[in-house]
């Protein structure tokens, strides 16, 4: 869930011609005895397989929690039903590497024929703005904050349905992010079905309370009236560069890295690659003097292992990075009885014999300084920065994104500004993952085998890196686009 929605949506087919007619698709339901074995087997991968599936929830909370669906399996469902009871409980998890998605008939129906609410929206401090209005009428309510949907506060909202995803921890902010532009509609949908109309307040231009109806509608529908209303300002977006170095002033230097992907790293060809952009980035930083360096991360969804340490070796001391990276099993067979037994496994053979050693109970752990080991990094770069700084995070750091700042935040060597970080403090369950389709629904979970306990100290179980500063723009500053917030930034660090 940490990129936006709302491009992948609106590049998804929208004909109407689906592999299965919408009305077909409401009323096609699976009896309870198949929605019990679908059931069996997703409790068996998540008890089996999933590495830290009990680090923030215990399993007997979980398995009560499964045991209170298994009960009222009593119906036939369709698929959207169904997924409405079994996602909540992937979500128990507390571990945002653990996916779960509808079959992609089903995703393709929901999008090209369900009725939608018609906004994309963002939430600042939990407060629900308007960013395209994507309504049929003459209303407009860009840049307006919604107070009720249908009598009903926008945050109470977007709680109930984050309950449909996984999120680490007990970070309640990431589920208002996680539900930014056309996600919440995507989301609501799911949670709620069909609902024709919807009754809006809102605050107008003047901040005096005002209310308005809309009817819900197509995706597609939604993207026509944007483009119309906004013809010069809704373009599809320009996804920014991975990386980002200035030179803001004769003191100030600015580094952004987006994503340690190593794939859309390379995608920047200013740089022959990354660790050539880093080493040039702070060679001059150290040739021109600069004393205070701003490093961003707020977009940083994570990537690949290791990118993350790299760029934390130009900043940093070394130290133990992990307690221990761990799988729970190399090996789950999950069988109900009756369907095929499926088969998940965990880490591919030279990664499980060179770089893990097997534990008495079956686990592997990695030996400390094989493959990338379990320290910060190997090696002392030639440039490194030792002056003032500030790091900038939001709740779309996560994975190694927030690995980079638990370990800056834990050796007390920044300033953070920005809001909490979606990724936990204390660690994560990623690395590879394995699918599950369930065989009568059709509905895929991916569940994380490798969980990572990090070395830090300093903040509460269950929470992300919390800023020194919190740092939210307000909703003009926002739709300015991100020069603009980064400029509310600078504007705000140079107060201090």
């Known amino acids: 869930m940490k990129y936006s929605i709302l491009l992948v949506l609106l590049s998804i ?6 592999a299965q007619d919408f009305s077909q698709l409401q009323r096609s339901k699976i009896s309870p005895d198949k929605l019990s074995r679908d059931l069996e087997l997703l409790w068996q991968g998540v008890d089996q397989f999933h590495s830290g599936a009990y680090w923030y929830t215990s399993r007997d909370s979980i398995k009560t929690a499964f045991n209170q669906v298994r009960a009222q399996l009593t119906d036939s469902l369709t698929v959207l039903g169904f997924h409405r009871l079994i996602a909540p409980l992937v979500g128990l998890t507390r571990e945002d590497h653990a996916d779960i998605a ?9 999008l090209g024929r369900g009725a939608l609410f018609p906004f994309s929206i963002v939430f600042l401090d939990r407060k629900m703005y308007c960013v395209w209005d994507g309504s049929v009428g003459d209303n407009d309510l860009r840049g307006l904050e919604i107070i009720s949907i249908s009598s009903r506060p926008p945050q109470d909202l977007a709680l109930q349905m984050g309950q449909l995803f996984s999120s680490d921890g007990f970070i309640e902010r990431v589920k208002y992010s ?6 919440f509609s995507y989301y609501h949908y799911l949670e709620f079905g069909h609902v024709p109309s919807f009754g809006i307040v809102y605050k107008d231009k003047d901040g005096m309370l005002d209310s308005l109806v809309v009817d819900a509608q197509p995706l597609k529908v939604i993207r026509e ?3 119309r209303r906004y013809p010069n300002e809704a373009e599809e977006e320009v996804e920014a560069p991975p990386v980002d170095f200035r030179i803001l ?3 100030t230097a600015y580094i952004a890295v987006h994503t340690f992907d190593t794939p859309d790293l390379r995608k920047d060809k200013r740089y022959s690659n990354y660790k050539q952009f880093l080493a040039i980035s702070f060679k001059t930083i150290a040739d021109a003097g600069i004393q205070r360096l701003i490093v961003d991360v707020s977009q940083n969804g994570g990537g690949n292992e290791g990118n993350e340490n790299l760029l934390y070796s130009y900043l940093g001391e070394n130290y133990r990075k992990y307690e221990r990276v761990r799988v729970k099993t190399q090996l ?14 965990a880490l591919p053979f030279f990664e499980r014999w060179l770089h893990n050693q097997r534990m008495p109970d079956g ?4 030996k400390p300084k094989a493959g990338h080991g379990l320290m910060a990094y190997k090696r002392e770069p030639e440039y490194k920065f030792t002056g003032e700084l500030f790091v900038k995070i939001s709740p779309v750091t996560y994975s190694g994104g927030s690995e980079f700042a638990n370990m800056v935040y834990t050796r007390n060597r920044a300033t953070f500004i920005g809001e909490e970080t979606g990724g936990g403090y204390f660690g994560n369950t990623s690395g590879y993952s394995s699918k599950l389709e369930l065989p009568h629904s059709g509905i895929r979970i991916y569940l994380p085998a490798l969980q990572f306990v990090m070395d830090v100290q300093g903040l509460p179980f269950g929470r992300g890196v919390i800023p020194h500063q919190q740092v939210i723009p307000d909703i003009e500053t926002y739709l300015q686009g991100p020069e603009a917030v980064l400029n509310f930034i600078l504007t705000t660090i140079s107060k201090q």
């Open 13 to 18: 087919s929208l004909h109407t011609g689906t």
């Open 102 to 110: 509808l079959p992609s008939e089903v995703r393709k129906a929901v």
């Open 178 to 183: 996680d539900l930014s532009d056309l996600t």
């Open 225 to 227: 009236q944007i483009q």
């Open 249 to 251: 002033d004769d003191r």
């Open 332 to 345: 789950a067979v999950l069988d109900n009885g009756i369907d095929s037994p499926i088969r998940l496994r």
């Open 363 to 366: 686990s592997y752990e990695r």
